[in-house]
């Protein structure tokens, strides 16, 4: 972002609806309604595009990837690496149903697709991801308060190295230069940690404003999440 074109984040979308939302009046003589998503990329430009300082004071990836949450972890962390990298990360489906008929269940074994709508296609990214991408999208500051019970950050730091430079020795570059993310996301352990990572879950704010509710009933106040600020 820093130091680029104003006409290249315009494209990019926020976490609403842009505008298909806005009803154009009939009348020309009254005012066009306010376009909030062109406002605010054109604010997330102005705020991020200062080349006044080396590295820059804020850093556009790390917002972009605070806004990775999702309320599905695995997808929030699939967001993270696409914005990391630079490249759109399908989603490999698994799986999981036993109601999957035996037809389609054949036909994933045989090579052949499977005709569920809604699914996505098998990796097909031709990025590569280097270790220090990789080692960012996963010690990302995010909620820390039920790893720090189990190990400190330094802790998590080490382990997560160590084991990023095995898998990519693993996969052929001993010289841990940048691989493919389509053979990064077959490996196992990479699996299971995008499987099991937390970091990218956005919170539930209804269910946390109500169990704020029932707390304060619990105290004998009458407080409702509407007098609550967040």
Not at 9 to 25: A, H, R, T, Y
Not at 82 to 99: D, F, L, V
Not at 115 to 126: F, S
Request: glycine fraction near 6%; include cysteine; proline fraction near 7%.
């Amino acid at each position: 972002m820093c130091g680029g074109e104003k006409s290249r984040p315009g494209p990019v979308g926020l976490w609403f609806k842009g505008s298909e939302d806005l009803k154009i009046p009939e009348s020309p003589t009254e005012p066009l309604p306010f376009n909030r998503l062109e406002h605010l990329i054109t604010f997330f430009f102005t705020l991020f595009a200062d080349d006044r300082m080396d590295p820059p004071q804020l850093d556009y990836i790390k917002m972009l990837l605070y806004f990775a949450s999702h309320p599905d972890a695995v997808e929030g962390v699939y967001r993270a690496l696409s914005i990391a990298t630079g490249t759109y990360i399908h989603r490999k489906k698994e799986i999981s149903s036993p109601c999957m008929s035996v037809s389609n269940i054949d036909k994933q074994m045989n090579g052949g697709p499977s005709g569920e709508e809604g699914e996505l296609p098998n990796y097909t990214d031709e990025g590569r991801i280097s270790m220090a991408t990789l080692l960012r999208v996963f010690q990302h500051e995010g909620s820390k308060d039920e790893d720090n019970n189990r190990f400190s950050d330094l802790q998590k730091e080490s382990s997560y190295n160590k084991n990023f430079i095995k898998i990519f020795k693993e996969l052929g570059s001993e010289d841990l230069k940048p691989i493919p993310i389509t053979l990064l996301l077959k490996h196992p352990f990479i699996q299971d940690l995008i499987k099991t990572y937390q970091e990218y879950t956005l919170p539930n704010f209804k269910l946390i404003l109500q169990r704020a509710e029932q707390m304060q009933s619990t105290d004998g106040e009458t407080t409702t999440s509407k007098d609550i600020k967040i």
